[in-house]
């Protein structure tokens, strides 16, 4: 078992910036590939990054591609989201997840998910 705790998200201005992290549970975190998925109000869950156990790999959506960057502290139990240059088009619910094997843009593929955080970009 896994439990995923989001946290780092807000109100921020188009150019700004933002962390957040994901904080997991559990002495197996670092056999898990970790992603963020973004959910907008009236949209679909969408991908927006996934990176290995190792942190070695990553694979990110074309849409933030160069301005967001994951990365993951297995000593903390902690991913994170770098989101650079936020624009109103990012503003949405950021989950994280936590899926065992390999890495995966598929939401199906993910077998823990967190509560979500709330990041508002304003134009």
């Known amino acids: 078992q896994v439990q995923l705790v989001e946290s780092g998200g807000g109100l921020v201005q188009a150019g700004d910036s933002l962390r957040l992290s994901c904080a997991a549970s559990?002495?197996?975190?670092?056999?898990?590939?970790m992603g963020w998925f973004r959910q907008a109000p009236g949209k679909e869950r969408e991908f927006v990054a996934t990176?290995?156990?190792?942190?070695?790999?990553?694979i990110y959506a074309d849409s933030v591609k160069g301005r967001f960057t994951i990365s993951r502290d297995n000593a903390k139990n902690t991913v994170y989201l770098q989101m650079n240059s936020l624009k109103p088009e990012d503003t949405a619910v950021y989950y994280c997840?936590?899926?065992?094997?390999?890495?995966?843009?598929?939401?199906?593929?993910?077998?823990?998910w967190g509560q979500g955080t709330q990041v508002t970009v304003s134009s």
């Open positions: 559990g002495r197996t975190f670092s056999s898990y590939a």
């Open positions: 997840a936590a899926a065992k094997g390999g890495l995966y843009s598929d939401y199906a593929a993910y077998d823990y």
């Open positions: 990176i290995s156990w190792s942190g070695g790999n990553t």
